[in-house]
């Protein structure tokens, strides 16, 4: 049984979110951090870039734009995780915790700009010639 593109985006943006709400936990040493409206606010801007993953299944319709797609939010999830990785873990910095802030910012901007791009492919593509 095949798995939809709109499921399997939606888990790739929670498999992300897990990951990144994970290290955010190791980098605060426990969930302490969930009581405080600041930590709130961070953890919801650090999310924000894996919601707008499932988003594509509201916009994309061609199949070979939906693999792109999940294939550039599956890749981006990989990326992100190793970076957050190199930061928080392997190289620990007392400034290690401003990539919480400026990861996310780049990641939607991400998202952004490659979502217009396969979207102006798609449509495009559905233009007769």
Not at 67 to 86: D, G, M, N, P, R
Not at 100 to 118: R, W
Request: one cysteine or more; hydrophobic letters at 55%.
């Amino acid at each position: 049984m095949a798995i939809s593109f709109r499921a399997a985006s939606l888990l790739v943006g929670l498999t992300g979110a897990a990951i990144a709400i994970g290290f955010e936990w190791y980098a605060a040493t426990g969930w302490l951090f969930l009581t405080e409206r600041t930590s709130l606010l961070i953890t919801f801007w650090t999310i924000l870039p894996y919601v707008m993953m499932p988003l594509g299944g509201y916009f994309f319709h061609r199949r070979d734009i939906q693999k792109h797609w999940l294939s550039f939010c599956a890749f981006e999830v990989l990326v992100v995780a190793w970076i957050y990785l190199q930061t928080i873990v392997i190289y620990p910095d007392a400034q290690g915790a401003l990539i919480f802030l400026f990861l996310p910012l780049l990641q939607a901007g991400l998202n952004l700009v490659v979502g217009v791009v396969f979207y102006y492919m798609q449509y495009r593509w559905d233009q007769p010639h």
